[in-house]
């Protein structure tokens, strides 16, 4: 009888111990690169290009600043909205992607066939994965339409409804050159960056095409498996304790 017990808890506990054993083993496995300039430290350790926490915004505002010379003339001025100012902060987001808009590929969604696609066919596997798009103030202010409103930008020709889209603004190219650091020669400026919640760059896509997006996501999905895993066994650790 006690045999047949055995036998009955094996056959239940066994599916549970292989799916376990199947996370643990799937969130270390695929070993990732890591992009940027690596430096080894005096413990011999191996440093990664990390990227620094640069603010975007969400709202340019209009500014009307008269000038006097000889006759009064008033001139509209663009501004960014201080007080809508976003760090992607790694509470929120431990691992996210960001992809830099590039006004000169904009037109028709050129480049974004890609992403287009999975947008409008299969957003479900987009649902939970956070994506910041970035555009240059320059491109946002030739619309009146987004003046003193949350900037949509391109989210409205691309008719996104994913909630985990987020729609930013930069002044200048410089927050896009600290995610472009060390990057191969084949990576184009309007390439998708992957970034782990250490704010290392682990990939980089080009949204043009339908592959490089769904390896896209998969990876995603690895580095925030691999994540959970690791505070699990963190959690552990301190229950221990």
Do not use: C, W
Not at 4 to 29: D, R, V
Not at 93 to 122: C, H, S, T
């Amino acid at each position: 009888m006690k045999k047949s017990h055995l036998i009955l808890l094996s056959i239940i506990l066994f599916p549970s111990a292989f799916y376990l054993l199947l996370e643990a083993t799937q969130a270390n496995f695929k070993k990732m690169p890591f992009y940027g300039a690596k430096t080894v430290n005096a413990k011999g350790d191996t440093l990664y290009y990390r990227v620094p926490d640069v603010p975007f915004a969400h709202q340019v505002q209009l500014v009307e600043k008269k000038q006097t010379n000889g006759k009064e003339d008033s001139n509209a001025v663009f501004l960014l909205q201080t007080d809508t100012t976003l760090l992607i902060d790694t509470t929120s987001f431990p691992v996210y992607i960001i992809l830099f808009l590039d006004d000169n590929l904009r037109k028709e969604n050129y480049k974004l066939i890609g992403l287009y696609d999975y947008i409008q066919y299969k957003s479900e596997d987009l649902k939970k994965v956070p994506v910041f798009l970035v555009s240059t103030i320059e491109k946002i202010t030739e619309s009146k339409a987004v003046l003193n409103k949350k900037h949509r930008g391109t989210f409205d020709s691309l008719h996104i409804q994913i909630p985990t889209f987020y729609p930013l603004v930069a002044t200048t190219h410089t927050n896009r050159d600290a995610y472009f650091a060390g990057k191969p020669d084949y990576v184009l400026p309007y390439f998708a960056v992957l970034i782990d919640k250490n704010r290392h760059i682990r990939g980089y896509y080009d949204p043009n095409q339908n592959s490089e997006v769904k390896r896209m996501i998969q990876e995603y999905k690895h580095l925030k498996t691999k994540d959970a895993y690791a505070n699990t066994l963190q959690q552990n650790e301190l229950q221990k304790k």
